[in-house]
């Protein structure tokens, strides 16, 4: 069974600098997808990038964009010129590329932004 | 864009009592999935539907939980016998087949608590 680890509870950033959040998952399979959501306090939870395993250029969507290491197992998400609105729990996620479509989650990190 | 739709959006009930949340998905979505997220933790694939076809279902789906998905449209997710376990956020999406990375948009969720 595939899983997907977040290693760090909670993260902290200035506004408009950058912060970088890990993810590292466990996989036996060559094809798949992996995701960033964003789940704002009592708000649902948005997609906010993803990434397809057999590419090898590295995702990007404005202020956010990804490091996929695939040898190594590693997806982390760098947010640049932070927000204050940027402040959510993030959800790195894992989907098989085959029939199965269902996402496996990590615990999440909680962004807080300073201003 | 309406988004994907759950109702209630909070429950409170008693051990013992049955609950039945309601999910509407983007109207031309033919996926519909549920998660279940308990506090700290990142959802948990619980079940999902293609049309009215329910495809899978998590060993998390005990037997007093069962979900429908009548006409393919709206789906419902019953709870009986309810438990204090179960309290949790039970969040629903959906996903369009013809968008080939079968993005999943997620609704607000219904936050159920069991006294």
């Known amino acids: 069974a595939q899983t997907v680890t977040q290693s760090q509870p909670e993260m902290s950033v200035q506004e408009a600098e950058t912060v970088t959040l890990s993810c590292t998952y466990d996989?036996?399979?060559?094809?798949?997808?992996l995701f960033w959501y964003k789940q704002p306090p009592s708000r649902q939870m948005i997609l906010v990038i993803r990434?397809?395993?057999?590419?090898?250029q590295n995702a990007t969507e404005n202020r956010f964009s990804v490091n996929f290491q695939k040898a190594a197992k590693s997806f982390s998400l760098k947010i640049s010129d932070s927000q204050l609105g940027d402040a959510a729990m993030y959800f790195c996620a894992y989907r098989s590329g085959g029939s199965n479509y269902k996402l496996t989650f990590g615990k999440g990190t909680l962004l807080t932004v300073n201003p | 864009d309406t988004g994907v739709s759950q109702d209630p959006r909070h429950k409170i009930t008693k051990r013992g009592q049955n609950v039945t949340f309601r999910c509407d998905p983007i109207?031309?979505?033919?996926?519909l999935y549920w998660y279940r997220q308990t506090l700290g933790q990142g959802p948990e694939f619980l079940t999902y539907?293609?049309?009215?076809?329910?495809?899978?279902k998590s060993r998390l789906l005990s037997d007093r939980f069962s979900a429908e998905r009548p006409k393919g449209s709206f789906s419902t997710l019953e709870i009986q016998r309810t438990e204090q376990g179960d309290s949790a956020m039970y969040l629903c999406?959906?996903?369009?087949?013809?968008?080939?990375?079968?993005?999943?948009?997620f609704g607000p969720g219904t936050r159920l608590t069991v006294t």
């Open positions: 539907f293609q049309n009215e076809a329910q495809l899978e």
């Open positions: 990434q397809e395993a057999y590419k090898q």
């Open positions: 999406a959906s996903s369009s087949q013809d968008r080939g990375l079968y993005e999943q948009y």
């Open positions: 996989t036996s399979e060559s094809d798949y997808y």
């Open positions: 109207s031309e979505h033919n996926r």
